[in-house]
């Protein structure tokens, strides 16, 4: 499963935004905890690669070094099954090439450091942090599919409103 790393990263490896490419993230300290017991496995992940890509959600661990991400579980877990991408992925540094410092970057990693160990974090393609899950170690009795309904219910909440058409009566 691609890797955020909140710790220094070679510039080569991609942007969280970049990678996203318009899609939201679930974004798991450890993945791991979420892995279904009740299903087979094949299936489970078949329904949850649909899902996703339906959605446009992508599966991210997280780690706070720049070095492997063991403490995330990502190698193993199904998550890395999911979509196939075993990418580092990094936030922008507060020191940008160009001198544009991403703000909404730098508020994700703030928000990320102030999280407990363990949490899930769910962040739009503008890298806004739209909702957290904070859980206690162990298998959380909570779904990837019950996340995926709260993307559903924050999208919804935050599209506009439709445009609402004003007929006018013809004047005689």
Request: glycine residues 6%; proline residues 6%; charged residues 25%.
């Amino acid at each position: 499963m691609a890797i955020l790393s909140l710790g220094e990263v070679d510039g080569s490896a991609p942007l969280l935004r970049d990678w996203l490419a318009g899609d939201w993230a679930l974004l798991f300290s450890h993945p791991a905890d979420f892995q279904d017991q009740g299903l087979e496995r094949d299936r489970w992940l078949e329904i949850l690669r649909d899902e996703f890509r339906a959605r446009g959600v992508r599966p991210v661990a997280c780690s706070q070094s720049a070095g492997p991400a063991a403490d995330a579980g990502a190698d193993d877990s199904w998550a890395g099954e999911l979509i196939c991408d075993y990418r580092l992925l990094r936030l922008q540094s507060a020191a940008a090439d160009d001198g544009v410092i991403d703000l909404p970057a730098r508020n994700l990693r703030a928000d990320i450091l102030a999280l407990p160990p363990r949490f899930v974090l769910i962040i739009d393609e503008a890298l806004a942090r739209r909702g957290v899950l904070k859980y206690s170690a162990g298998r959380s009795s909570v779904s990837p599919l019950d996340l995926l309904a709260s993307i559903d219910a924050f999208r919804r909440s935050s599209a506009p409103a439709p445009k609402r058409r004003i007929w006018q009566s013809a004047a005689a």
